[in-house]
């Protein structure tokens, strides 16, 4: 058995075992990054002497009988918005080409303590604005499943190279579906943790409160392993949230009995693909034959979230990419006159299209005369979606969607359409307004062999519940186990 | 509702972006679509909905008024485009008395 065909779980087993060591590990996927990345394209630095390095000195603590944590030796991908003290992070944008941060973003202070072994950068649409990985500034992401299909976004690098055998798992972040939609496309696991679950300290913000860190991992079992060490109270991210961080794992029990799970009609209609309907509709009738209680519900105010996302994420965007000025950090013009100049050539410069639509309509929201039109309406409308969760939360333990309304669409298909890509991500937008965990799954494939992905979302800090439902299904079902072709080369 | 190229510049001066010509007309022409979808915000009465800022309420998160360490300035200044070491800053176009 390859290794880099095993899950988190069984290599971090068989290392502190010592039936296997950190090395060759780390070697097995490093190889496998060699043999497909050219094809895949998900990873935006390769940092193999690090991984090197870590992996030997987590073979050297085994070898001394030291104590190792959970992840010792495991390695995994980083989404390139994560701040690594000394590798580059681009966001996948030429304004910050070169810019090598002097810290380590929390949750990568907190693989290093697990002793997991970061492979490297992984490509995303530029500042985590887009659902395909196109919006890159530096260059798109394949589908391993197929290669002219997107692997979905913005967290399209990290799936794809889990989906790819590259890692075994991922590090994503999701402002409106960003690790959920590509974890449906790759046929992943993908967990948008509660906001405030996870600490922000070091993501580059694109929408403050919208966007969380969250796993994509092959199996469920994977991500709850990896949220149990991500997740927590950190004093350098005050939205952060002071609870108790339980044993992800443990809550994968496989006794869904009378569990309530809701199915919002919304969700249903108009515009969702009848494969992708026909898959989570039978996702259903899997978690009702475990014990699962079903019932049909509502969320009158779903149509809604799309638009009041699209003033809010941009709005709190357009205030969180002011930094980028060509002073401390990143690209700079070659030809200013005066400072102004400077400012206004080295944005135009350095940004892509996509990020330059979301800065307008952001600004323009924000300027004077519009606020109450736009963004306090967006925010008052955020408060009607929250209340539509709120009061299914009376009845039900969790709801189940589609992740998003087709499986992945081609490379170019909807890059002239603006409004089509957004689209996208009506499915998993509600989510983030209202600040619920939400986690895909694969459930089924459609004729052409493109995952299908289901999703779960619960009232905030269910995420025990939603893992215990995704690992009951995933028992149930051999969806997970399916690999692409890429690997048999 | 519709958005002028004229304003759409306007904008772009409060952004600080230098858009080229044909950036203004792609842009004037997607901010209007959107502003056509924001237009079914409208449908709704929100007149005694409070606002949603944050999704899960946090208290304001305070600490003790105490000095730490803080990143050294060379590691700061690493990643400028044009700096001055020696005087520990940064290189910026003259701004006052231009």
Known sequence: MEL???????????????????????????????????????????????????????????????????????????????????????????ILRGFVPPYNATVVEKLSAAGAVSLG?????????????ENS???????PWDLTKVPGGSSGGSAAAVAAGEAPFALGSDTGGSIRQPAAFCGLVGVKPTY????????????????QIGPLARTVEDAALLLSVIAGHDPGDSTSVPRSVPDYRAALTGDIKGLRVGIPKEYFAEGIATDVREAVTRAISVLEGLG??????????????????YIVAPAEASSNLARYDGVRYGHRTRNAQ?????????????????????????????????????????????????QDFDRCWENFDALITP???SAAFGIGEKTDDPLAMKLSDICTIPANMAGIPALSQCCGFTESGLPIGVQLMGPPFSEETLLRLAHAYEQATDWHTRRPSLDKK | MALTREEVRGVATLARLDLKDNETDRLTHHLNDLLAQFARLQELNTEDVPPTAHAVPVAAALREDVARPSLPREAVMANGPQVDRELGGFIVPQVIGE
């Open chain 1, 196 to 211: 405030g679950r996870v600490s922000r300290y070091g993501l580059v913000a694109f929408a403050s409160s919208l966007d």
């Open chain 1, 121 to 133: 950068k992984a490509t995303m649409d530029e500042f985590a604005m887009g659902s395909s990985t």
């Open chain 1, 292 to 309: 699962a209680s079903v019932g049909e519900t509502s969320l009158p105010y779903t149509e809604y979230a799309l638009p009041a996302y």
């Open chain 1, 338 to 386: 005066g400072h102004i100049d400077l400012f206004e050539k080295t944005r135009d410069e350095g940004f892509g299209d996509e990020v330059k639509q979301r800065i307008m309509i952001g600004t323009y929201a924000l300027s004077a005369g519009y606020y109450d039109a736009f963004y306090l309406k967006a925010q008052q409308v955020r408060t009607l979606i929250k």
């Open chain 1, 403 to 405: 992740t998003a309304p």
């Open chain 1, 137 to 143: 500034g530096l260059f798109t992401t394949r589908n």
């Open chain 1, 4 to 94: 880099y065909t095993l899950s988190a779980r069984e290599l971090a087993d068989k290392i502190q075992a010592r039936e296997v060591s950190a090395r060759e590990v780390t070697d097995a996927f490093l190889a496998c990054i060699e043999r497909v990345d050219s094809d895949v394209r998900a990873f935006v630095t390769v940092t193999a002497q690090q991984a090197r390095a870590a992996a030997d000195a987590v073979d050297a603590r085994l070898a001394a009988k030291e104590e190792v944590s959970s992840l010792a030796g495991v390695p995994i991908a980083l989404k390139d918005n994560l701040c690594t003290t000394g590798v580059e992070t681009t966001c996948s944008s030429k």
